[in-house]
């Protein structure tokens, strides 16, 4: 098992992880990613400005994490902790729908992390859909703090923003 960077020639085997994470939320009626969010353009994006990674096993792709300062413009009037520092965000951690239960998130979560302190980030943010019991329990279990929540248009839930002070 491997944590990479993800290049283009894996855009194909991305595709592929994010439709069946969005079937399997469809099955249980979550809309947190629907076929306008993410899409395309947002891999691409990701894949180019090289801030995706991907954890593959025997060259099949598993799941991926996205890690940039890309911030929402809602964040702004939060109450983060780190004020003065330089946060990272994560976004669009996936893991494929029958790779689930493994502990690839927490892999994941923690190549994020170190890769937000090995770029000199001192805090790491995040947004998770409220309605995903899971992913809010692997934040806390690992030192994510609650700090607000923000609205989507053509979402039910809102989205718990969560920080975590990096400390390389």
């Known amino acids: 098992m491997i944590i990479s960077q993800i290049e283009m020639n894996d ?6 992880l994010f439709k069946a994470v969005k079937t399997e939320l469809g099955k249980h ?8 969010y993410p899409n395309r353009f947002t891999h691409k994006t990701d894949i180019g400005n090289g801030a995706m990674y991907g954890l593959k096993e025997g060259g099949a792709l598993l799941a991926v994490v996205t890690v940039d300062s890309l911030q929402n413009r809602k964040y702004e009037h939060f ?4 004020r003065s520092g330089r946060s990272a965000c994560i976004q669009r951690l ?14 994941l979560l923690h ?10 980030f001192t805090s790491i943010r995040i947004e998770v859909y409220e309605t995903n019991a899971s992913a809010i329990a692997l934040y806390d279990k690992n030192g994510y703090e609650h700090v607000g929540e923000v609205r989507y248009p053509m979402r039910k839930s809102a989205y718990i923003t969560m920080e975590k002070q990096l400390n390389g």
Request: no cysteine.
């Open 11 to 16: 855009y194909p085997a991305v595709l592929a």
């Open 29 to 36: 009626n979550n809309d947190q990613w629907k076929w306008i």
């Open 94 to 107: 996936a893991v494929h729908p029958r790779e689930q239960g493994r502990g690839l998130g927490k892999k």
């Open 79 to 82: 109450p983060w902790k780190d």
């Open 111 to 120: 190549y994020a992390e170190q890769t937000a302190i090995s770029q000199g």
